[in-house]
């Protein structure tokens, strides 16, 4: 499974920033995708993740109410809409496949800074 993120940059606090995730390759191998970020020293966290199929979402707290994910599966592509950003949001961000054993394909990263 290869994985190509896109659409970061530099945005102002209170500004929304849309990030796309297009998988390709062995996409069947995977049910879930996630999005995760790494801020400079600190360890990398899911920020969200969405199954292929049904309904099953999940927001870390820190991003609840702001950022929201959400899938195309006819372009095997998934999104991650942030809003409201916090300069605290700043980090690269990872899109990533896996299944109910865990995330094992991973993107490039795509930089993401909020400037107060």
């Known amino acids: 499974v290869q994985l190509q993120a896109s659409g970061g940059g530099l945005v102002q606090a209170g500004g929304s920033l849309r990030l796309s995730c297009a998988a390709s390759?062995?996409?069947?191998?995977?049910?879930?995708m996630g999005w995760f970020r790494q801020a400079p020293g600190k360890e990398r966290r899911l920020v969200a993740a969405?199954?292929?199929?049904?309904?099953?979402?999940y927001y870390a707290d820190s991003v609840k109410g702001r950022f929201t994910i959400s899938r195309d599966n006819a372009k095997n592509t998934v999104y991650l809409q942030m809003n409201s950003l916090k300069p605290e949001d700043t980090a690269v961000y990872y899109c990533?496949?896996?299944?109910?054993?865990?995330?094992?394909?991973w993107g490039q990263g795509t930089q993401v800074t909020v400037s107060s």
């Open positions: 969405i199954r292929w199929t049904g309904g099953s979402i």
């Open positions: 390759g062995r996409t069947f191998s995977t049910n879930t």
């Open positions: 990533a496949a896996g299944s109910d054993g865990g995330f094992n394909h």
